[in-house]
């Protein structure tokens, strides 16, 4: 291991502040204990998760969310059958890897062998993925909305709501609405709606941040099921990224929106209003309603990649072209190779020269070739959303492009909603629950969204600090 690079994601932390700061609304004015207690509750989490000997306590968490995530692909099992969602604890009969190996190798390598079934080294990844992940959204939509039912997230929420009020001296609002986004999305700000028209402009971009900076849990299993197979402990690591991007959030957007007034909810966790006219849902009702708000996100997640990764090949296509007439009409001078590399992926390599200086910070490589590679991969989430970075991740790890230090510190960055396509679904989320402050949302929206994606790029930067370089961290 190189000391450098965790010295690095020290100063990194540091230096994503002065960043934040450098586009205040108010330079003169310096959370000094929002920033202090803050950055500590990183500190404190990273060194339980890496270094202290409650790490054993995640590994044992990872265990038992990876169970679920296993027992999540019984329904699409069912549907699909387990040609298409394999069984992981069903038996092969017939020809060993050895075997099937010398079969291919003396023969047709696409004649079926005995035993072999349909597997991932078989299947288009976006064909895994509609068949694996998007079903696990589904599940999970349900889960969480039955857990939240039966009374069993909301004491958590405020244990987590104290810990940040108490400590960073944040509005009540701002700091339930943030805890409850370890567990849900924009839905939390349903908790704080009474309040949502007299809250200040801090405390409105402090509840965006928190909504772009975490992940909800309905998504868990879906980067998770992207990841397992070259870091088997990535659950845990991704709850304990979005237990630690929450600070994280509240520091950043304070330093961007400082606090100017007095929030109406200072010193206290207001309790969630229950409408006594409504009737609430029994629990296998919420489980269903849940579901079914799951399969409205499983098809939008679908439709979102659909698009957006549409266009970014046409844009592609066009500069390849254009890349292509470059080398045409110069060739032999010898200057067009890095104008045809970088042409060779344009939205992509841009946003790696753009997001080059934040990845730096976090100390993932002092290579190039590895930093610049975990620049684009990071600089991708900004259009195409977590998917298609967190495949790409998982494809130059398992070739042995990047390390395992990269992996993990980039596994934690890629853990929030810092993209393009969830500004319309937070600002539109937000809005219609306020709608009289429409444009001062849309406005903050923008602020929240560069604020996540400091946040995110600070949780990067304390899995940085604590990487000693050991494998059993990554569960393997």
């Known amino acids: 291991m190189d000391w450098r690079l965790n010295i690095v994601s020290l100063l990194g932390m540091i230096g994503l502040c002065i960043v934040a700061w450098l586009g205040s609304e108010n330079k003169r004015i310096i959370p000094w204990k929002v920033i202090i207690f803050g950055i500590s509750i990183q500190l404190l989490i990273g060194l339980l998760v890496f270094v202290l000997p409650t790490r054993d306590l995640i590994a044992g968490l990872n265990n038992l969310l990876n169970a679920v995530l296993d027992a999540s692909e019984a329904g699409a099992r069912f549907l699909f059958t387990d040609l298409f969602v394999p069984n992981p604890n069903a038996p092969v009969a017939g020809l060993g890897t050895a075997g099937r190996w010398i079969s291919r190798t003396l023969s047709d390598p696409y004649v079926p062998l005995p035993g072999e079934r349909l597997g991932a080294g078989n299947l288009n990844p976006g064909y895994i993925f509609a068949f694996r992940a998007l079903p696990q959204v589904i599940f999970f939509s349900g889960l969480i909305s039955l857990l939240y039912r039966l009374n069993i997230i909301q004491p958590i929420v405020k244990v987590f709501a104290q810990v940040f009020r108490q400590l960073m001296n944040i509005s009540g609002a701002e700091s339930l609405a943030g805890a409850a986004n370890i567990f849900v999305g924009i839905e939390s700000a349903i908790a704080v709606k009474p309040f949502l028209m007299e809250m200040s402009r801090s405390e409105l971009c402090a509840i965006l941040t928190s909504c772009f900076g975490s992940i909800a849990s309905t998504v868990l299993a879906l980067y998770a099921g992207l990841l397992r197979p070259v870091f ?76 957006i990764l549409g266009v970014v090949a046409l844009i592609d296509i066009f500069f390849n072209n254009l890349s292509a007439w470059i080398t045409g009409t110069f060739s032999g001078t010898g200057e067009t190779s890095l104008l045809v590399q970088f042409f060779s992926a344009p939205l992509s390599n841009f946003l790696g020269v753009l997001f080059l200086p934040l990845t730096f910070l976090t100390g993932v490589s002092l290579e190039w070739q590895e930093l610049w590679q975990s620049s ?33 510190i980039i596994s934690y960055v890629l853990c929030g909603f810092t993209h393009i396509p969830s500004y319309g679904i937070f600002v539109g989320g937000l809005s219609s629950l306020v709608p009289e402050r429409r444009s001062e949302i849309s406005a903050l929206g923008w602020k929240a969204l560069w604020a996540g994606t400091l946040a995110t790029l600070m949780t990067g930067c304390v899995a940085g600090l604590f990487d000693f370089g050991n494998a059993a961290i990554l569960g393997r």
């Open 232 to 307: 088997p402990a990535i659950t845990g690591h991704l709850v304990s990224a979005s237990i630690m991007t929450i600070p994280a959030c509240f520091v950043i957007s304070k330093l961007l929106v400082p606090e100017t007034t007095v929030p109406k909810t200072l010193g206290k966790v207001p309790e969630e209003e229950m409408d006594p006219v409504m009737v609430r849902p029994s629990p296998v009702d919420s489980l269903i309603i849940g579901a079914l708000d799951g399969v409205k996100m499983a098809v939008g997640i679908a439709a979102v990649l659909i698009a």
């Open 376 to 408: 684009v991969i990071i600089g991708r989430r900004l259009l195409e959303t977590n998917i298609p970075p967190y495949l790409t991740l998982a494809r130059l790890t398992e070739s042995g492009a990047l390390s395992d230090r990269a992996l993990l």
